[in-house]
C-alpha cells in the first residue's frame, strides 16, 4: 500500500492538504500518510528547516505531498534553499511537472481563448541549471563588489528530462514537444540543450517539434496559450513559464505541481504551486483546488492512473459547476470532490 | 545638429526605418543621417558582421537607429553577439528601456484591462548578467558534457542601472520602482541587486518601491500590469518581462526600445523590438509605430523632450484613429504620423 510522506507547513498548507487527503482516501483507500512538521513555524520554534534524521524517514517513503512552506518572516532563501531545493536535489527529481488547462466553468484572463482550448504541460529541469546554488560573492559590501550566478548543464540532466517530456508526448493527443531556451544568447548551455533535443526528437518521429526563445515564448504564452502541448525547458525558464501559464489559465489558485523522480529511486514530491498566503490562513476559504489536482499527479506517480483520471474528473465536475462570486469553502469543496471521485 | 546612424538592417528594418526617418525630419529639420550595411545580407555577401571601422564610425554619432537586424538562415548567436549585443556591450548602453502602453483604440488580449490602464517602463539592465558571454563547455558532444553560463553583476553595474530607473520614476506621476529578480534562489546576484536597491532608494523617498520575484513578477504583468510604473530587472529577466509586457499591450508590433548610455560617453542605439519579419518584408504593410515610438525615446534621449513628445502624440492619434481589421500602408501611416508631428 502506498506509504506517502504529508509535508503540510504554513499558511493555508494545512488546509488545502486535508482536503488532498480526502480524496486520497476516497479514491485509494487504505493509503498511508505520515505527517511531518516541517516549514516556517518548525524554522521559528526550533531553528531548524529539514534534519538529517527527516531526510532519511522521507526517504523511506513512496511520495511526499507537500502544502505550502514559508511566511513573510523568513529570510530569502533559507526555507527555498534549506528544504524544497534540497529536497528537489537531494532525490533527484529532476523532471518539474506543471499542468495547464483553462478548465471549463472558469474564466482565464485573456479575452480570445476560450474555456477548454489551453491544455498544456511544462516538463522544467529540476536539479540543474542556475538553481545548482553555484556562485558566489568578491568584496561585498565594497563599491567593488562582483557576484556571480553560475549555471551548471550537463548532457545528462538534459538528456533526461527532454526524453521525459518526449514520453509525455506520445502520451498525448497533439504529440507536440517545444524547446524553450535562449540559444542566441546563452550558446553554451542553449548548444548543449539543442543538440540532446534533436537526438532525442529524433528517436520519436511520431512528435512534432518546435524551438522557441524563452522572449518568444513567453509572450506566445500570452497570445497563443493553444499553440503548447509539451513544453520542455531548464530550471529557471521552466520557475517563469509555469507561471505565466498558470496566469492565463486563471491563477495559480488552480495550478499543480510534481517534482518527480521518474526512475523511483526517490520519493518524487507533489503540491500546489501556490505559497501559504497568510492573508486568509485560517479562515476555511483557501480553493483546495491545486492540493487536489498535485493529489491526482501523484496517484498517477505511484501507478494509479485510473484513481488519478477520477479526480481529475472530480475537479472538472466541481468548476464547471462553480457560480463565479460565489465564495467557497474550503472543507466544503473537499467533501463534494471525494463524492464526485468516487460517484 | 544631431548626427544619427541609420541601420535600416533586414526584412522589415529598411522599410520601418525609412518612416522613422520621415518623422524625426519633420519634428527635427536638419538631422543628419548616415547610412550604414550592418545585418544579414551583409554577412550572407561579405562574411562581415562589424567591422572595427564601421564600429569606429559609429562611435562618432549622437544615436543609431536600427531597424531589425537578422533571418533565419544565420545561425543563432552570430549576428546576436557579434552585432546587436557587442554594440549594447562596447557602448556601454547599460539602460535598456522598453516603456509598454495599452494605447486608446487599440486592444489588448486581456479581457480585464482596458486601453489607457497600462504604462508603465521596464529599465532592463544591459551590460552585465547572463549576457557577458562567460560560460564554457568540456567534453563537448559526448555523455560527459557539461555547460555553463554565468551570470556577472557588479554593485558599478547594477547601482548604475537602479540609480536610472529611481531618476526616470521621479518623473512620472505614480513615482514608483518596482525591483524584479529571483533573491530566493540566485542568493549572490540577489543580495547584491537588493542591497543596491535600497541604498538608492533609501536616497528617493518620494519614490515608492516593491520588489518581486520573477515568477510571481511574469504573474502579475499578465493578471494586474496595471500595477506597474518603473520596473528595473537584470538583462536576462529584462529581456522576458518586456517581451510579456509588449503581449500584454497588443503585442511587438507597437514596442520600442533605446539601449542607452546615460552618460552620453557613446552613442545610444534605438530600435522597435519587433524582428526583420521576413514572411511579411518588401510588401510595404509593416506597422512603421514601434520604428517611429523608438525614434521619439531618440529624440528625448538627445534632448528634444519636445519633439519627442510631439512625435508620442502623433502616434496617439494615429492610433486612436485606427478602425480594426483595416489593413495599413506602411508609408502611408509615416506620411499620417509625420503629419500628425507638426500639426
Ligand atoms: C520557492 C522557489 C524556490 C520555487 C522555485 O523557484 O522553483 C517556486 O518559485 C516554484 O516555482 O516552485
Ligand atoms: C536578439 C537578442 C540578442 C535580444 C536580447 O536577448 O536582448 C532581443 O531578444 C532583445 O530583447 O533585444
Chains 1, 2 share one sequence.
Not at 560573492?137 to 521525459?164: F, Q
Not at 523511483?264 to 505559497?275: D, N
Request: net charge negative.
Amino acid at each position: 500500500m502506498a506509504r506517502i510522506a504529508v509535508v503540510a507547513g504554513d499558511g493555508i498548507g494545512p488546509e488545502v492538504v486535508t482536503e488532498a487527503r480526502k480524496v486520497i482516501d476516497a479514491v485509494l483507500p487504505g493509503a498511508e500518510a505520515t505527517e511531518y512538521d516541517l516549514g516556517a513555524a518548525r524554522w521559528h520554534r526550533t531553528g531548524e528547516v529539514l534534519p538529517d534524521s527527516v531526510l532519511a524517514e522521507l526517504a523511506g517513503h513512496d511520495a511526499i505531498l507537500l502544502g505550502a512552506v514559508g511566511d513573510p518572516t523568513v529570510p530569502p532563501g533559507v526555507l527555498e534553499r534549506g528544504l524544497l531545493l534540497k529536497l528537489r536535489f537531494d532525490f533527484d527529481q529532476y523532471v518539474n511537472l506543471r499542468p495547464s488547462r483553462l478548465w471549463p466553468g472558469t474564466t482565464g484572463p485573456l479575452a480570445n481563448v476560450k474555456p477548454g482550448e489551453v491544455d498544456l504541460v511544462v516538463v522544467r529541469e529540476g536539479t540543474e541549471g542556475l538553481y545548482a546554488g553555484a556562485g558566489g560573492t568578491l568584496h561585498r559590501g565594497t563599491p567593488a563588489e562582483v557576484a556571480t550566478e553560475e549555471s551548471l548543464n550537463t548532457r545528462h540532466g538534459v538528456e533526461r528530462v527532454i526524453r521525459d517530456a518526449f514520453t509525455r508526448a506520445t502520451r498525448r493527443e497533439r504529440r507536440k514537444v517545444t524547446l524553450v531556451h535562449k540559444t542566441n544568447v546563452l550558446t553554451h548551455a542553449g548548444s548543449l540543450w539543442a543538440r540532446a533535443f534533436e537526438a532525442v526528437a529524433a528517436e520519436h518521429p511520431d512528435v512534432t517539434t518546435e524551438y522557441q526563445h524563452v522572449d518568444a515564448a513567453a509572450m506566445f504564452l500570452v497570445t497563443q496559450p493553444q499553440r503548447y502541448d509539451v513544453v520542455v525547458t531548464d530550471n529557471l525558464f521552466g520557475d517563469i513559464l509555469t507561471d505565466i501559464a498558470a496566469a492565463v489559465t486563471g491563477g495559480i489558485g488552480l495550478a499543480a505541481s510534481g517534482s518527480i523522480n521518474p526512475d523511483g529511486a526517490y520519493p518524487s514530491m507533489f503540491e500546489p504551486v501556490h505559497g501559504s498566503a497568510p492573508d486568509i490562513a485560517g479562515k476555511g476559504v483557501a480553493d483546495p483546488v491545486a492540493a487536489v489536482l498535485s493529489a491526482a499527479l501523484l496517484l498517477d506517480q505511484l501507478g494509479h492512473p485510473d484513481a488519478a483520471a477520477r479526480v481529475t474528473a472530480a475537479v472538472a465536475t466541481e468548476l464547471a459547476g462553480r457560480t463565479p462570486g460565489v465564495p467557497l469553502r474550503t472543507a466544503e469543496v473537499g467533501d463534494r470532490l471525494a463524492g464526485y471521485a468516487v460517484a
